[in-house]
């Protein structure tokens, strides 16, 4: 069955350092989308992604986050310049359409910010 | 974003078919009714969604009343592997995120 994979499973950074997450969603899906979900807290959506370009972000995914493409299988999120706040899991999700398909999430990248 | 309700916890034991409810009294007439889960240390999961009408599929079955102010997420045996924090979201009809609440965390017990 075809999966959301996530790299790395956990990634350790110094404050003020720049981070790649990586995710190659489902191959034949149109949509991706990043979420967060810091340690004991709600699942937060970060932004979404369609046609190579963003659709929707929320407040969360200000300047210091950017998302990309850069080939047909791979979706970064990159974080410019980490804060200790930004330490949570990292959840990157694909879907075959919008509101009435469902979503498929990968595993998660932990990022810890020291 | 529509609101929906849903217990905090429930307990049920392992082999007998548990009934999650949500109540989402504001759901417009395009959103659909998603459910997901969460088990430990893992990222969320799809379990079913709908429209209007009951679903099932190999994991669960989804009961939506009439009115489609509530609605219920049924497994129909369950097992130590279906404890998790259970999620039923309103998904707008020109909107593809996700909002995720705080769920109702079933625990499941021999």
């Known amino acids: 069955e075809p999966e959301v994979t996530q790299t790395p499973s956990h990634q350790v950074t110094q404050m003020g350092q720049e981070v790649i997450l990586r995710c190659v969603p489902i191959s034949n899906h149109l949509y991706f989308y990043w979420y967060r979900q810091i340690l004991g807290q709600k699942v937060e959506f970060l932004v979404s992604?369609?046609?190579?370009?963003?659709?929707?972000k929320s407040e969360i995914f200000d300047d210091q986050f950017s998302v990309e493409r850069p080939d047909g299988s791979n979706f970064t999120l990159k974080i410019r310049s980490t804060k200790l706040e930004d330490s949570a899991m990292y959840f990157c999700?694909?879907?075959?359409?919008?509101?009435?398909?469902?979503?498929?999430f990968g595993p998660g990248t932990r990022l810890t910010v020291t | 974003d529509a609101k929906t309700t849903q217990p905090n916890s429930m307990e049920s034991n392992e082999e007998e078919p548990v009934h999650l409810p949500c109540n989402h009294s504001t759901i417009s007439g395009t959103d659909y009714i998603h459910w997901y889960r969460q088990l430990p240390s893992q990222g969320p999961e799809y379990v079913i969604h709908g429209l209007t009408s009951n679903v099932n599929n190999r994991m669960a079955s989804l009961a939506i009343a009439e009115d489609r102010k509530s609605s219920t997420l049924i497994l129909h045996r369950a097992t130590l592997r279906d404890a998790a924090v259970y999620y039923c979201i309103l998904k707008a009809g020109t909107a593809s995120k996700l909002t995720f609440g705080t769920g109702t965390r079933l625990q499941v017990t021999l």
């Open positions: 999700a694909s879907s075959a359409g919008g509101a009435g398909h469902e979503q498929y």
């Open positions: 992604f369609y046609n190579n370009e963003i659709s929707e």
